[in-house]
C-alpha cells in the first residue's frame, strides 16, 4: 500500500516538473528568468505545498533551476547554452582482421588503483542497486530451494526466471516464451554463444563503430574480420551504407546496439529499426541485437526492438541484468529465434549451466514486483546525472569541445580538439587520479583520437564535479 502511495505521490510531482522542464526546453522559460514560489505553484497546480517543493526539488537536483536565499527560485540552465553534437565519423574502406590493442589492458590496469575517480566504467554506482531487497531475495531463493541451490541448474536456465525475462520483453512488444530464452552468464558470453552459432572463423561482420571494445573480444575470440559502419550520435547505424557494404565485403552477420549505444549513447528510431530487420531479411542475414541499455530510457516509454520487428528468426536478442541490477550476478540471456538448438548445444559445451543461486534470486526478485519500481527509481536518477555531467562538460570544457545528449542509458561521448591525444589525457588525468576511457579503444582501428567516453553511473556531488573540472583544465591547458 505504500508503495502505491509512494508512486502516486511521485507521479504527481514528477508530472508538474516536467511541465516546467518542456517550458525550459522550448525556451518560454530562458536562463535567469524567476519561477512562481513554492505556495503560488501548489495554488496554479492544485497541489500540496509539498508536492510543489518535491517539483522543484526535482528540477533543482538535475541542475535546471537554482535556489537563491530569500529571493526563490530561478532557471539555471537551459540545453541552447550546451556545446554541438559530435560529428559522424568517415567510413572504412577495409574488412580488418580484430586486433584487441594494448591500450585496453593499459587502461584497466591503471584504473585499478585506489582514491581514482573513475569516469571510465559504463556500471551503475552501488547506491542506485536495490542492495537489500535483493539480499531479501537470494535468502528466500535458498530457503524454498530444495537443495539450498547446490545443484546444477537446467542448461537452457532458470524456468522461474524464463518466465519472467518472457514478460519483461512485453515492454518492448515483444512475446516469446519461456522457451524460447537461453540464460546467460551475462551478456557478452550470449553475444559470443550467438555469433558462434551464425559464423565461422573468417567470416566478415558488421559493426558499429565507436562501439564497447569486448565486441572486439568477441570478435578477435572466434576469428572474424569487421567492417565498423558510420554511426550517428542521434540515429544509430547509417543503414543505406550497411546496405551498400554487404555485397562488397560478404558480410555474414551483424552486431549492433541500436537502443543507447556504448558509447555514443544513440537510439535508432523504431521506423528505422524496422527498415533494418526487413533489409536484413531479405538478405537472410542474422542480426545480434545487444538490448543491455534498452530498459534505462529516459523518456515516456521504452523504445522497441529489432527483435520486435523480427518475422523470420534471423534477430538474436542479447541483454542482461548487469547494468539494471546486480553486475556481479553475471545474469544474461538471449532469445536466438531459429538459432536456439545450436546456442544451447554451444552453452553446453562451453559453460554447461549458469550460476543456480544468481539465477534463483533474480527470479525472485522480479516476481515479487520489485523491478519495475526500482528500474523507475533508476532511470530517474540516471537522467538527472546526465543533465548535470552534461552541464559541467559545457561550462568547464573548450567551447569547440562536442557532446552527446543521450536519452538513456551511462555514457557522454565527448569530441575534443583534433590537438589532443586522448590516450596521453588519459595518462596526464591519473596523475590527479580521475579515469577516463580514451576513445582508441572503441574501434579495431584505434580510431576517435581525439575523443573520450565519460560515464554518468555515479550520483552527482562535489568530487565528481571537481573531477570533471580538472579535465576541463586539462584540456584547455593542452600543449
Known amino acids: 500500500m505504500k508503495d502505491m502511495l509512494d508512486v502516486k505521490t511521485e507521479h504527481k510531482y514528477t508530472e508538474v516538473a516536467e511541465r516546467i522542464e518542456s517550458l525550459i526546453e522550448k525556451k518560454l522559460l530562458k536562463v535567469g528568468d524567476k519561477l512562481l514560489s513554492v505556495r503560488a505553484l501548489s495554488k496554479e497546480q492544485g497541489i500540496s505545498l509539498s508536492t510543489a517543493f518535491q517539483a522543484y526539488y526535482f528540477l533543482e537536483s538535475k541542475g535546471l533551476i537554482e535556489a537563491r536565499p530569500q529571493s526563490g527560485y530561478y532557471v539555471k540552465y537551459s540545453r541552447e ?47 542506485l542497486l536495490p542492495t537489500a531487497k535483493l539480499n531479501k531475495a537470494a535468502l528466500q531463493a535458498i530457503r524454498e530451494s530444495p537443495t539450498s541451490c547446490l545443484n546444477y541448474e537446467n542448461v537452457q536456465g532458470n524456468a522461474d526466471l524464463r518466465k519472467q525475462i518472457a514478460r519483461q520483453a512485453f515492454n518492448w512488444g515483444g512475446t516469446p516464451s519461456e522457451d524460447d530464452i537461453v540464460v546467460t552468464a551475462g551478456a557478452v558470453e550470449a553475444l559470443s554463444l550467438c555469433m558462434k552459432a551464425v559464423t565461422k572463423p573468417g567470416d566478415t561482420v558488421a559493426i558499429e563503430t565507436p562501439t564497447y571494445y569486448a565486441i572486439f573480444q568477441v570478435m578477435e575470440s572466434h576469428g572474424l574480420k569487421v567492417v565498423e559502419i558510420p554511426t550517428d550520435p542521434l540515429l544509430g547505424i547509417d543503414i543505406d551504407y550497411l546496405e ?236
Open 81 to 127: 547554452h550546451t556545446l554541438d553534437i559530435p560529428q559522424v565519423c568517415e567510413p572504412s574502406d577495409d574488412a580488418v582482421p580484430v586486433s584487441v590493442d594494448d591500450m585496453i589492458n593499459s587502461v584497466y590496469r591503471d584504473l585499478n588503483a585506489k582514491g581514482i575517480t573513475n569516469f571510465s566504467l559504463a556500471t551503475p554506482s552501488i547506491k
Open 244 to 479: 551498400q557494404a554487404i555485397p562488397r565485403f560478404d558480410i555474414k552477420a551483424c552486431l549492433f546496439v541500436n537502443n543507447f549505444n556504448n558509447p555514443l549513447g544513440s537510439c535508432m528510431p523504431d521506423d528505422l529499426k524496422k527498415k533494418l530487420v526487413d533489409m536484413l531479411a531479405k538478405k537472410e542475414i542474422p542480426l545480434i541485437e545487444d538490448d543491455i541499455y534498452g530498459e534505462l530510457y529516459f523518456g515516456k516509454t521504452r523504445p522497441k526492438t529489432c527483435k520486435s520487428f523480427d518475422k523470420k528468426g534471423l534477430v538474436l536478442h542479447c541483454a542482461s541484468f548487469s547494468k539494471s541490477l546486480a553486475p556481479g550476478y553475471r545474469i544474461g540471456w538471449t532469445i536466438p529465434g531459429k538459432f536456439k538448438e545450436r546456442v544451447i548445444r554451444l552453452k553446453r559445451m562451453h559453460s554447461v549451466s549458469t550460476n543456480t543461486l544468481t539465477q534463483a534470486a533474480v527470479a525472485n526478485f522480479l516476481s515479487n514486483g520489485r523491478y519495475e519500481l526500482h528500474l523507475r527509481h533508476l532511470r530517474k536518477a540516471l537522467h538527472t546525472q546526465s543533465l548535470r555531467y552534461l552541464q559541467a562538460v559545457s561550462e568547464y570544457f573548450p567551447d569547440d569541445t562536442r557532446v552527446t545528449r543521450p536519452q538513456g542509458g551511462f555514457t557522454l561521448w565527448i569530441e575534443m580538439n583534433k590537438k589532443i591525444n586522448a590516450f596521453k589525457l588519459h595518462k596526464r588525468a591519473l596523475k590527479h587520479n580521475i579515469g577516463i576511457a580514451p576513445g582508441q579503444i572503441f574501434s579495431t582501428q584505434g580510431r576517435f583520437e581525439n575523443c573520450f567516453r565519460l560515464s554518468y553511473g555515479a550520483p552527482w556531488d562535489e568530487k565528481i564535479e571537481e573531477g570533471i573540472k580538472t579535465l576541463g583544465r586539462l584540456v584547455r591547458d593542452w600543449k
